[in-house]
Every structure is written in structure tokens, then in C-alpha cells.
């Protein structure tokens, strides 16, 4: 089905192809690289790109504490919105990043990183739709 | 200097974050102070186990592995100096460096290699990140096929550390046979 074809375009999309092309590192917060459709996470003192086409669903919340938390959610086989796709099939035998829950002091940050990453997923799962449309 | 190499900005990387210093790599070893005192490193080559390089973003990370299963990462080396220490560590260490390289495909599968206290995930066979298993105060089977890794608070040394990793979990379908019927490691 189209959704087949849309997850199988998904799984060959890479964020860098060299390690220049990163961007320079900043601070040790999570970044979101528009240009190249990645989120960069900081996971002990180095930025890791993840493409934002491996994300199922990004949420943050808050607790008593004022401390506000990121949960991003990756794409693995066998869930609902990943059906046994060409991923699972051709990644025999791989593990996978499910999930990472980060801490932060900034609300306004983790709320922006939010909407900027559902938004850069949704435009680009679209093209990728619409990619996956036109090709068959 | 006769003996021996000073970097004076080299950051060390760990799960608060990085902070600045100044490396000193000298026929003895390798001793690391962080900028405006405090923290410092130091490794005996006698201590030594292992040395990699690994080309990062516009620098080069050293790794330092020790006997006791310790693992430092330096980062802040241009080209240049990789060739020299390389040199100076197959000199005065009888040691060559191994030569790592960094996944920047942005795939969220692989495999995960144990070492030490060292979990590494590996995209490709490069390496897309590293986490010590020290930090890790409670590890959690969810189902059959997901490993959860909660990491401690870490309040004192997190300082430059905007957003801090709490918790990672990995999904290993049935079709992994790497660790069948070890749910202790993930």
C-alpha cells in the first residue's frame, strides 16, 4: 500500500553524509538542523544526529520541581505506526533507539524544540508521501 | 618543550556535558586540568589499555582507556596534532591509537557493543554514541524486546549542560542473537 511505499522511502533518508558537515558545536542542548532534517542530541559531551524521519512522536511535560522533560520517540519495527516495513525486513537482527528523555531548566526551549520538530517530521514524512505517490 | 606535547583547549566529554582544559602529553603519560582548576586527569602510560582517535565535528577526540576500565574522550585536536601524538604515543607509549569513525546518517538502528562500563552504539560499524554504564542507576526489561537505561540525577557537574540525558531505551527484536537470554544487558 502507499503507506508501505512511504515508510520504505523514509529508511534511506540519511542527515549527513560526512562529519564536516555537522554543524559546529555550540552548547550542549538538543538543536534541530533544519537544513539537513536532523536533531542533534547531546548524549556525553557529543552532539549525535538523529534524521527526523526516525522520530514517531516527540512530547515534553513538566514536574513539581519547575524541571521540564523532552521524550523523543523513534520509529522501531512491529508498533502500529511502523508496520513490518522494508526496515525490519532489511535490518535483520539490528537494535534499535526507542526512545531518549532528556532534563532541562528551560520550558520556552523544550516547547519550541517540540513544535520544531513535529513540524520539520510532518513536512518531511509529507514529501516523502507525495514522493512515494508520484513514483508509483 | 622536550618532552612532550601541551593543548591548551582540550575539553573533556563526559555525562555532564564538556568542560575546558589544557592537556599535557608527556613520555609518562597524559595529565588533563580543567580551565580555572578543579578537576584534573591523570593516566600513567603504565595505566594505559587503549588509545583511539576519532574525527568529531571541526576537531579530533582522543580516547583514554585505563586498566580499571575507565574512559576519558578529549576533544580539541586539529589534524596536525593527530599525526604528531601519534607519533609520540608509538614512540613513548609502544602504543598506536586506533582509529574510530563517527556515524553522521542520523539512523536510529545498529548494533550495541559492551566494553568495559562502555556501552557503544554502532550505526553502520561507525560509532553513533557512547554511554557510560556507570551512570546508569536502574536498568528496566519493558516487555519482551525493550531495555530502559535511567541515568542518575546529576546535579553538581552538569553545569554547561543545557539538556541532560535521564533515560534511553533500546528495542531488540527477536531477530537480534546477540543477547538472547542475557536481560540483564541490554
Given at each position: ?52 524521519a526516525?522520530?514517531?512522536?516527540v ?13 523523543i ?38 516547547s ?25 | ?6 593543548f ?33 586527569v ?13 574525527k ?9 582507556r ?121
Amino acid at each position: 500500500g502507499d503507506g508501505r511505499a512511504a515508510v520504505r522511502a523514509t529508511t534511506d533518508l540519511i542527515a549527513y553524509r560526512s562529519v564536516n558537515e555537522l554543524p559546529p558545536p555550540r552548547e550542549m542542548m538538543i538543536q534541530v538542523d533544519q537544513k539537513n532534517e536532523a536533531i542533534l542530541l547531546p548524549i556525553y559531551g557529543s552532539m549525535v544526529p538523529f534524521h527526523v524521519a526516525t522520530v514517531k512522536n516527540v512530547q515534553s511535560q513538566q514536574d513539581t520541581n519547575r524541571n521540564c522533560y523532552i521524550r523523543i520517540l523513534f520509529n522501531v519495527p512491529a508498533t502500529p505506526s511502523a508496520p513490518q516495513d522494508a526496515n525490519s525486513l532489511k535490518n535483520q537482527g539490528a537494535i534499535y533507539l526507542k526512545e531518549v528523555s532528556f532534563r532541562s531548566k528551560d520550558s520556552r526551549h523544550i516547547s519550541e524544540l517540540v513544535q520544531l520538530i513535529k513540524t520539520l517530521r510532518r513536512n518531511v514524512m509529507n514529501r516523502e508521501f507525495e514522493r512515494a505517490e508520484r513514483a508509483t | 618543550m622536550a618532552d612532550g606535547h601541551l593543548f591548551n583547549s582540550i575539553s573533556l566529554g563526559g555525562r555532564g556535558g564538556t568542560n575546558p582544559g589544557q592537556l599535557k602529553v608527556h613520555s609518562g603519560g597524559v595529565v588533563w586540568k580543567k580551565q580555572g582548576g578543579g578537576k584534573a586527569v591523570e593516566v600513567d602510560k603504565s595505566d594505559l589499555l587503549g588509545l583511539t582517535w576519532m574525527k568529531v565535528p571541526r576537531s579530533n577526540q582522543l580516547g583514554v582507556r585505563t586498566k580499571d576500565g575507565l574512559y576519558y574522550k578529549f576533544t580539541g585536536f586539529r589534524d596536525q596534532d593527530v599525526a604528531s601524538l601519534t607519533t609520540f604515543f608509538q614512540s613513548n607509549f609502544g602504543t598506536t591509537p586506533e582509529e574510530k569513525q563517527l556515524s553522521v546518517s542520523g539512523k536510529n538502528w545498529g548494533e550495541v557493543d559492551l566494553n568495559g562500563n562502555t556501552l557503544t552504539f554502532l550505526v553502520g560499524g561507525k560509532q553513533g554514541f557512547e554511554i557510560s554504564l556507570a551512570d546508569v542507576s536502574q536498568t528496566q526489561l519493558q516487555g519482551k524486546n525493550d531495555v530502559m537505561l535511567e541515568f542518575h540525577v546529576d546535579d553538581t557537574t552538569g553545569a554547561n549542560e543545557k539538556d541532560s540525558l535521564m533515560e534511553i531505551s533500546f528495542h531488540i527484536p527477536n531477530s537480534n542473537t546477540q543477547f538472547v537470554g542475557d536481560e540483564n544487558c541490554p
